[in-house]
């Protein structure tokens, strides 16, 4: 069984950083992709940032590349994301998500707030 754990969220100002975590449990798969999407109210989920288990990243939005950063520690349990500049835009809960195979798993959210 697979588990996934979001923290780092929270409430900050324009223009602050927010670094999420998603700490994973149970079997770590060879071959996998992990993202992370985010939804705001009356919206769809959307892919934000995502690592394969090669570590290929891509972006969704080439305007989030320049101010969110995606990695993983080097024992690959855990994904990061480093949002800088945020924007009010960016309010939504935070999910992680891990794509093995017919495996699919989420983690419950976080919820990042950008307001002043």
């Known amino acids: 069984q697979v588990q996934l754990v979001e923290s780092g969220g929270g409430l900050v100002q324009p223009g602050g950083s927010l670094r999420l975590s998603c700490a994973v449990t149970?079997?770590?798969?060879?071959?996998?992709?992990m993202g992370w999407f985010r939804q705001a109210p009356g919206k769809q989920r959307e892919l934000v940032a995502g690592?394969?288990?090669?570590?290929?990243?891509?972006y969704a939005e080439d305007s989030l590349k320049g101010r969110f950063t995606i990695s993983r520690s080097n024992d690959k349990s855990t994904m990061y994301l480093q949002m800088n500049s945020l924007k009010p835009e960016d309010t939504a809960v935070y999910y992680c998500?891990?794509?093995?195979?017919?495996?699919?798993?989420w983690g419950q959210g976080t919820q990042v707030t950008v307001s002043s």
């Open positions: 998500r891990i794509l093995a195979g017919r495996y699919d798993y």
């Open positions: 690592i394969t288990s090669s570590g290929k990243i891509n």
């Open positions: 149970g079997n770590i798969f060879s071959n996998y992709f």
